[in-house]
């Protein structure tokens, strides 16, 4: 099982640039989160999809982030344009099924610093 | 919605003490409440979990305890090691159409040799 996989590992761009970020959840599992984490307010959902489809996007900050998960086996996370506070660790998850309570399995995360 | 709260936000203990976090949580539907460790520039990984239908589940050194009247919950670790020293998160999941998990603030660890 090669877990969650996330790409790229670390991302430094200038603000103004779009930033998109992958991932490829565990196979078979059929819910997937993308989390962003700071100092300042931790580990905070920003959207999830359940069998490809968003469900909440509620975390989502602003109209400059978008995310799609076209199939079963990829996502991407997506900021245009980008900001400095954008900077974060950005963690995408998945898990068996939502419904059923199953644990999430984390990716190694980007560290994306936005200049 | 959902309002987690994690204590404390650091905790320092002797190498073999144990070491206890205790999470509380507002709403009575919540199901499941899992436990994350993260280490320094690593991502968080599932260390135990525990069910609403269940009071205590252990797992060697680590234990889970749910109080559902009370509505909280706290991870145990004895016998405390260096490699225990971490981040700890614990999160909150109710099913249905809203479901997610809703984490704490976190729980810095330092266990001192």
């Known amino acids: 099982d090669a877990g969650v996989i996330q790409s790229p590992r670390h991302e430094v761009t200038e603000m103004g640039q779009e930033v998109t970020l992958r991932c490829k959840p565990i196979s078979g599992h059929n819910s997937l989160f993308w989390y962003r984490q700071t100092m300042m307010r931790g580990l905070e959902l920003l959207i999830y999809?359940?069998?490809?489809?968003?469900?909440?996007d509620s975390g989502m900050p602003e109209d400059r982030f978008s995310a799609k998960m076209p199939n079963a086996s990829f996502s991407t996370l997506k900021i245009q344009p980008s900001e400095p506070r954008d900077s974060a660790v950005y963690f995408c998850?998945?898990?068996?099924?939502?419904?059923?309570?199953?644990?999430?399995?984390f990716g190694d995360g980007t560290r994306l610093s936005i200049l | 919605g959902e309002n987690v709260e994690q204590h404390p936000s650091t905790l320092s203990v002797q190498e073999g003490d144990s070491a206890v976090i205790k999470c509380t949580y507002s709403d009575s539907a919540s199901n499941y409440f899992p436990w994350y460790k993260q280490e320094l520039g690593k991502r968080p990984q599932l260390i135990i979990d525990?069910?609403?239908?269940?009071g205590e589940k252990k797992d060697q050194r680590i234990a889970v305890t749910l109080n559902k009247t009370a509505k909280h919950f706290s991870l145990h670790i004895t016998e405390t090691q260096p490699e225990d020293s971490a981040v700890y998160f614990c999160?909150?999941?109710?099913?249905?159409?809203?479901?997610?998990?809703?984490f704490g603030q976190g729980t810095t660890l330092q266990v001192k040799p």
């Open positions: 999809f359940n069998n490809n489809v968003p469900i909440d």
């Open positions: 999160a909150v999941f109710r099913s249905g159409n809203t479901g997610k998990l809703i």
């Open positions: 998850a998945s898990s068996l099924s939502r419904e059923r309570n199953q644990p999430q399995h």
């Open positions: 525990i069910r609403s239908n269940v």
